[in-house]
């Protein structure tokens, strides 16, 4: 029988009324013939939760240990998924990722899938059971340990498993019916997409657009998956939501896709440091060593032989930053005088492939940005996006003020 992935968001399972909500699309799909392979995220706001805990309990937490931890929640709407499918007399049974088994890297809290081995699962479904329900988020690393995916992992685990498989299709049931241009939180003026292309999707995702993870766009782009994302709220026709797909099923795109945002920056400037040949080495390997996503990165002008150096990093990496630097100066890998985090900025991009063939988009983005008094701090560019670091309370106004600028309203 074909298969087919359905992936639910924390809240589509938030409740169980809403579990029973998404059961019953499950139900209809095994009723057009389809075995299924279900993902669950944990209920919403109980990976918060348990980070939370996690964080109080231990600063610099032992990452195997936050992944015992935080990988639980999932466990727990596997079970209930199962069980109310299994109410509605639909053959079901629950896995953990140990139990698939869905193999990661040992990198605790940002683990990447190595291998999900099909013959268990597949095994039952031949045994005449109808949809097996995965604990998304989570896997089992080559010690044997817990391993989780990174924020919002269940999405990867969902790509994942429909190349495994070879699906027919994966859906990504969420709380919006859609990819749109921006946040349609943020503005009111956002549209709905109906195809975006991988490659504008994955910027956007790693940019911040936190509808899909980035790993799982990169990995339905590497296996050719069909990708959905939609909504499990309201009742769904088969072309609803959006479909990320290649850029050659796109007939008509515009310059920019769509304007993208990150409130989890941090701003860090090493003051004052002394420069010389390998410097840039000596400061971000020990950041790299430790675990720190470095994003941005600028070198200012040499002056006397010592200069400052500007990166970015998430906010909840700031700490561990601070000790690497901390220690390179103790042990004289590096020497500098201060290192000042800026916790108050947020990331603000535009992306679009378009951009590969239409010059001014940079111009009109910092246009749009100065007629509204917003300071620009920290500029990255690449081939389909161009990325700025601003004052955190500005940026509401800059995605509007850029959707407005690139007249995203009328995008479609
Ligand atoms: P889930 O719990 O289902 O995984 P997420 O909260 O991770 O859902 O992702 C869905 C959210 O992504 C939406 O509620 C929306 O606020 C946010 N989002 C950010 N950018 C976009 C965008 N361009 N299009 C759609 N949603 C977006
Ligand atoms: N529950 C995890 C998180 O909130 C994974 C997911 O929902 O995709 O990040
Ligand atoms: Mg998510």
Redesign the pocket.
Known sequence: MPVLVMK?????VATLDRIKRAAKRVGVEVAKGYDVIVIV?AM?GKTNELVGWVNETSPLFDAREYDAVVSSGENVTAGLMSLTLQEMDVPARSWQGWQVPLKTTSAHASARIEEIPTDNINAKFAEGMRVAVVAGFQGISPEGRITTLGR?G??TTAVAFAAAFDAERCD?????D????????ISSK?RKLDKIAFEEMLE?ASL?????QTRSVELAMRYKVKLR?LSSFEEQSDDAGTLVCDEEEIMESNVVA?V?YSRDEAKMTLLSVADRPGIAAAIFGPLSEAGVNVDMIVQNISEDGRTDMTFSCPTDQVKRAEKAMEDAQASGEINYQQLVADTDVAKVSVVGIGMRSHAGVAAKMFDALSSEGINIKVITTSEIKISVLIDRKYMELAVQALHDAFELEKAA
């Open positions: 639910f968001g924390g809240t589509s995220s919403s919002g269940s999405d990504i049931y969420t709380d919006v859609g990819v749109y241009t921006t946040d349609p939180r956002a956007l911040g657009a936190k509808v899909l994302v769509g993208a």
